[in-house]
């Protein structure tokens, strides 16, 4: 009798503990999701560029990303040689596909005389203006900074062709939750958009405390 109540004991024992598992389990984080967010205008004051008679078409080729931020989850600096992935904060769309969008929309707002176009182009598209941007940093660590480098090229479709390099480095200081941090992000496209759209209207870029510097010798 004794031996049936023990492993009555026993029984009851493992169940109660499988189910203090499943409660455990079941108070788990439950995921954010992020998007990033045009702010050319609210985000970026002044940034407004001043439209030219005469449209341009321009295209935004390709925006690349270095592999690891390529992912859902959004990537925290830890250190200088250390990140963490966020796995109950998480990008809502690939990362490489919100840039490309946010920029296009960016310089929608910030070239109001000109149209913007996203590859792949509306077949018969005449581009006078094409952008490649190859995005070397964009990430940030929670109560510290956030960086965004950009190596990017304006080229000319148009005769004469021609091209126009330039290098972004912006940073900015970081909330301490995601959300704050994605936040800092978007503003930090903002100002790499009101960067390349000064250079598709007058071929310089204004030197200010964050902005990058053309250099034609890139290649």
């Known amino acids: 009798m004794k031996s049936r109540l023990a492993q009555r004991g026993g029984f009851v024992s493992t169940v109660g503990l499988a189910l203090l598992g499943l409660a455990a389990c079941s108070t788990s984080p439950a995921t954010r999701f992020y998007v990033l967010t045009p702010v050319a205008v609210d985000g970026v004051q002044g940034s407004r560029v001043s439209p030219v008679s005469g449209g341009m078409t321009i295209g935004i080729r390709a925006v690349e990303l270095p592999q690891e931020l390529d992912r859902p989850q959004i990537v925290a600096r830890t250190g200088a040689n250390t990140v963490h992935l966020a796995e109950f904060d998480r990008w809502s769309a690939p990362l490489r596909d919100s840039v490309r969008q946010v920029i296009g929309n960016n310089l929608t707002i910030l070239l109001p005389a000109d149209r913007v176009e996203r590859y792949p182009w509306t077949p018969g598209t005449a581009l006078d203006r094409e952008v490649i941007i190859e995005v070397t940093r964009f990430d940030g660590e929670l109560g510290g900074q956030c960086t965004l480098n950009a190596r990017w090229k304006v080229l000319t479709r148009t005769a004469p062709p021609s091209a126009l390099y330039g290098h972004s480095m912006l940073s900015e200081a970081a909330g301490r ?28 870029q204004t030197a200010g405390p964050s902005a990058g510097s053309i250099d034609t010798r890139l290649q």
């Open 177 to 204: 939750d995601y959300a704050a941090l994605v936040a800092t992000q978007s503003r930090l496209l903002g100002a790499l958009s009101a960067e390349i759209a000064r250079a598709i209207r007058t071929g310089a």
